[in-house]
């Protein structure tokens, strides 16, 4: 049986997070396998800036951080951007998945360009700046954007027939236009629209949500965690300096 912590990027009530559990279904998972999906305590409302990208981090990480403690085999973070992976593999040796760099690398395995679906323009500068950094450009056909203000919380409930239809407009440019092999959307939060476009485009889509899943299953199936030598751990680990952070922030939020 293995227990897997998806850590959702924002600090979401209940039906908030039963949307971002919902992208299970999207895939067929190993019976033993268990799920448990849970919101930070803070941070950023929105996901434009580098405040937001700082806040993001810090709250994914703490939310983290006694994974292992608390029985967990590995952990799965909802968010494109790999916010706080590298600090929480700093911190376990169960491994630490996040979809961003992972859903580039294997679109690489079913083609040889691929194009990134954004929600809007404000969230095309954190593609401009990750995919470089991870090496990627050369590989990367174009980053476009449907341009629908994204909701973190209510995801697309309701905006399936004014929005997928535009989705569908940007990946075709993308294949069409910028030569895509293969189209990853930008975002855990398109997921509801996943299937609809993967019936209409001629190239394959990735959910990277979903994606995450497969890959720790098969992380643990083949015992592979992270490399120590390029996530080492910490001199002084600052657990519970981390943890008053936040509980600070959760306050300040509350107000």
Same mark, same amino acid.
């Given at each position: 049986?293995?227990?897997?912590?998806?850590?959702?990027?924002?600090?979401?009530?209940?039906?908030?997070?039963?949307?971002?559990?919902?992208?299970?279904?999207?895939?067929?998972?190993?019976?033993?396998?268990?799920?448990?999906?849970?919101?930070?305590?803070?941070?950023?409302?929105?996901?434009?800036?580098?405040?937001?990208?700082?806040?993001?981090?810090?709250?994914?990480?703490?939310?983290?951080?006694?994974?292992?403690?608390?029985?967990?085999?590995?952990?799965?973070?909802? /968010?494109?951007?790999?916010?706080?992976? &590298?600090? #929480?593999?700093?911190? !376990?040796?169960? =491994?630490?998945?996040? %979809? +961003?760099?992972?859903?580039?690398?294997?679109?690489?395995?079913?083609?040889?360009?691929?194009?990134?679906?954004?929600?809007?323009?404000?969230?095309?500068?954190?593609?401009?700046?990750?995919?470089?950094?991870?090496?990627?450009?050369?590989?990367?056909?174009?980053?476009?954007?449907?341009?629908?203000?994204?909701?973190?919380?209510?995801?697309?409930?309701?905006?399936?027939?004014?929005?997928?239809?535009?989705?569908?407009?940007?990946?075709?440019?993308?294949?069409?236009?910028?030569?895509?092999?293969?189209?990853?959307?930008?975002? /855990?939060t398109m997921h509801q629209a996943a &299937?609809? #476009?993967?019936?209409? !485009?001629?190239? =394959?889509?990735?959910? %990277? +949500?979903?994606?995450?899943?497969?890959?720790?299953?098969?992380?643990?199936?083949?015992?592979?965690?992270?490399?120590?030598?390029?996530?080492?751990?910490?001199?002084?680990?600052?657990?519970?300096?981390?943890?008053?952070?936040?509980?600070?922030?959760?306050?300040v939020d509350a107000k």
């Amino acid at each position: 049986m293995a227990k897997i912590l998806v850590i959702v990027p924002f600090a979401l009530d209940q039906a908030g997070v039963q949307r971002r559990r919902d992208q299970l279904r999207a895939v067929e998972l190993e019976p033993g396998s268990e799920f448990h999906f849970q919101p930070v305590k803070a941070g950023p409302t929105s996901f434009m800036s580098p405040h937001d990208w700082s806040l993001m981090d810090l709250a994914i990480f703490e939310a983290g951080i006694n994974a292992q403690e608390d029985g967990f085999d590995a952990v799965c973070i909802d /968010t494109m951007s790999d916010s706080g992976m &590298a600090a #929480l593999r700093s911190m !376990l040796d169960i =491994p630490v998945v996040s %979809p +961003g760099r992972a859903s580039m690398l294997f679109a690489l395995t079913l083609g040889s360009k691929f194009s990134v679906l954004a929600q809007w323009k404000p969230s095309i500068v954190r593609y401009k700046k990750a995919i470089p950094e991870w090496g990627l450009s050369n590989q990367c056909a174009s980053v476009r954007s449907f341009d629908v203000e994204p909701a973190f919380d209510t995801l697309m409930d309701g905006k399936e027939d004014s929005v997928f239809p535009k989705m569908l407009d940007i990946c075709m440019q993308c294949v069409e236009q910028d030569g895509a092999d293969v189209v990853i959307l930008g975002s /855990t939060t398109m997921h509801q629209a996943a &299937a609809w #476009l993967a019936e209409r !485009l001629p190239v =394959p889509l990735i959910n %990277p +949500g979903p994606l995450t899943y497969k890959l720790v299953e098969t992380m643990l199936a083949l015992k592979l965690t992270h490399s120590r030598a390029c996530y080492p751990k910490p001199l002084v680990p600052k657990v519970e300096m981390i943890h008053a952070m936040l509980d600070a922030a959760a306050r300040v939020d509350a107000k």
